[in-house]
């Protein structure tokens, strides 16, 4: 299949996952979530993959949710939309080990999604954080077990 926000290569049975969005620094939006789910969902379910590496680049593992897509949102529409609960969801519900390989920045829902990984290889330029804490607002992760 065909993605427009990332890359899949598949060989000697591992599936490669990379986030491809540099001018957002890998910003998760509901495009890239979408596509994930599905590029996730289509190698658990081939025979031929064992264990899939999901990364981002140098750069950025990925920089967080992409704050132009949430800015028109309010609390309400974000909670009641359940924005990106559904694609997590399949990130979860994967069975093959997920390994998440960071460079750069993996910061709130980038740090996040590494987490939901089985493991994590971090490369020595790996910056992980939870920035909205200082606008007030508590990490996904939080929220879904409160």
């Known amino acids: 299949m065909a993605y427009q926000t990332l890359t899949v290569e598949i060989d000697d049975y591992v599936a490669l996952v990379r986030l491809n969005r540099p001018d957002a620094l890998n910003a998760l939006n509901a ?83 590494a987490m939901a990984c089985d493991f994590i290889i971090c490369g020595d330029t790996a910056k992980f954080g939870q920035p909205e804490i200082n606008l007030g607002v508590i990490p996904v992760s939080a929220a879904r077990s409160a």
Request: hydrophobic residues 40%; charged residues 25%.
């Open 31 to 113: 495009e890239l979530l979408a596509e994930l789910g599905t590029a996730l969902e289509e190698a658990d379910k081939n025979e031929k993959v064992r264990c899939i590496v999901l990364t981002g680049s140098e750069k950025a593992f990925a920089a967080g949710a992409d704050i132009k897509e949430m800015s028109t949102m309010s609390y309400g529409d974000v909670f009641t939309s359940n924005l990106f609960g559904t694609e997590i969801e399949k990130i979860l519900r994967t069975r093959k080990p997920i390994i998440a390989a960071v460079s750069g920045y993996a910061l709130g829902g980038g740090c996040e999604l």
